[in-house]
């Protein structure tokens, strides 16, 4: 890593201006004349990027730009930041909106879909456009906030809305709006009482660390409990200042966990991720989340295997802290949501014992006991009649609760035939199973 005076575009930047998250904010590098300043790039080289910002704009942090190898096209933080003409070849599969976030969403600007959580909205710029970005639909478009009323009618919506209990502020980045529209934000949310917590999705602590202030910690302890998420994706991102940044945060009492994606040539590997995940908590940040790589326009060289994530967690799980071992999810094309997927530990079973295998491949039993197992509810708990958990005995579990007998797909032709012969038999009860 270079100090940013010894690169000489920047030599004449004082300590205070560098550290300014606004000054980093007014100085990315957004054209490719500037970039060549930073890093060596060959006419070819130039070209290729300025032709390849069709689908999202580029702009770099100076300080993240700081981290680059001035000499390796490969190096994992140019790879996250420079446009590549491979962004411009879109594949078949590849969609617009491919999880469907504009489908889920009874508001612009707000996804509902999951029973207790919503994704708000506030901006759609970031510090840095990351190349992989999936919401690159949105972001940078304007380089700007939303309006305060179109964020107020995502908050609205909470309002009315009172199984919404997680409401996660996301964009582009909704840390690059000033702290004063963010506490405007935080407290209208913070009036509505079914919200618990109020969640932050940012990658500032990696690419903007300056944003992390002092004000901005004491600001948001006023409005606990606050989490928030960021996205490493390198070990060379661990830095003092991103340290320092999520440092800040934790000692603020603010959980900071890491969402990952999965990338290739940046860190497809076990043990380039395994040094993240280690280097995360050494920082306080726990790793929550590696995303298989999105089927968004133009990724696909940026995509894996799906068995490389498996792979992965096959490393980590066992053979490292369980705390520095995230979910390995894929956020299903068409708004299936992050469905987890892993090694598989269990290997058999009898109606006598359950065999199971460890992280070293060791073969294991666990022995099933004779008896009644079966659960019962404390004789005096009365939670379920207090309690509103009425979206979370849908779907699978409600069908393992005994709640339904089956789940059935929609719009089959099974399905239509079966509505026939259900029409046909009115007039003869007791013909209907059900
Ligand atoms: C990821 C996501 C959430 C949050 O999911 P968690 O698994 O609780 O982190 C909420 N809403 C939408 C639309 C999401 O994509
Ligand atoms: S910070 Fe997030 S939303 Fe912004 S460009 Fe990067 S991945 Fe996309």
């Known amino acids: 890593m270079r100090r940013y005076k010894d690169i000489p575009l920047w030599k004449d930047v004082s300590p205070k201006q560098w550290t300014d998250w606004h000054w980093q904010v007014r100085n990315r590098i957004t054209d490719v004349e500037t970039l060549a300043q930073v890093v060596n790039l060959s006419d070819a080289e130039q070209k290729e990027i300025s032709n390849s910002m069709k689908y999202l704009r580029m702009a770099i942090t100076p300080y993240y730009a700081s981290l680059m190898d001035p000499n390796d096209p490969d190096c994992p933080i140019r790879k996250q930041a420079i446009p590549s003409s491979n962004e411009l070849h879109v594949t078949k599969d590849e ?100 919200v618990q917590i109020v969640r932050i999705g940012t990658r500032t602590p990696v690419v903007l660390p300056y944003r992390i202030t002092p004000q901005l910690v004491k600001m948001l302890r006023k409005y606990h409990p606050i989490w928030l998420n960021t996205h490493f994706n390198h070990p ?107 090694p598989n530990y269990l290997i058999s079973m009898s109606d006598k014992r359950w065999i199971l295998r460890n992280y070293e491949g060791g ?31 849908e779907g699978v579990a409600a069908v393992l609760s005994g709640k339904k007998m089956c789940l059935l797909p929609e719009g089959t032709m099974r399905e239509a035939r079966r509505k026939e012969i259900k029409k046909e038999r009115k007039h003869a009860p007791g013909c209907d199973p059900f």
């Open 363 to 393: 073969v294991f039993q666990f022995p099933e006991v004779a008896g009644d197992r079966e659960s019962k509810c404390p004789p005096s708990c009365k939670m379920c009649k207090t309690y509103d958990n009425i979206e979370s005995n």
């Open 95 to 194: 969609m617009t909106d491919t999880v469907y976030e504009t489908v889920d969403s009874p508001h612009e600007g707000l996804t509902h879909r999951y029973p207790d959580r919503v994704l708000l909205l506030l901006t759609d710029q970031c510090s840095m456009y990351c190349r992989h970005c999936c919401r690159r639909r949105i972001v940078g478009q304007t380089d700007h906030a939303r309006s305060w009323e179109e964020i107020k009618a995502g908050i609205d919506y909470v309002r009315d809305t009172p199984q919404v209990r997680d409401v996660l502020l996301s964009g582009g980045d909704p840390l690059l709006v000033s702290d004063q529209f963010l506490e405007k934000v935080i407290r209208e949310i913070r009036k509505i009482k079914h």
């Open 236 to 342: 060379n991102e661990i830095t003092t200042e991103s340290k320092r940044a999520v440092e800040m945060l934790v000692d603020g009492g603010i959980p900071v966990g890491n969402q990952q994606v999965l990338l290739k040539g940046v860190n497809d590997c076990p043990t380039i991720t395994k040094k993240l995940c280690q280097d995360l908590t050494w920082i306080r940040c726990r790793p929550y989340y590696i995303y298989q790589c999105d089927i968004a326009k133009g990724l696909e060289h940026f995509r894996t295997s799906l068995g490389k994530g498996i792979e992965i967690i096959e490393a980590l799980r066992g053979h490292t802290s369980g705390f520095a071992v995230p979910q390995f999810v894929i956020d299903a094309p068409t708004g299936g949501g992050k469905i987890p997927v892993g």
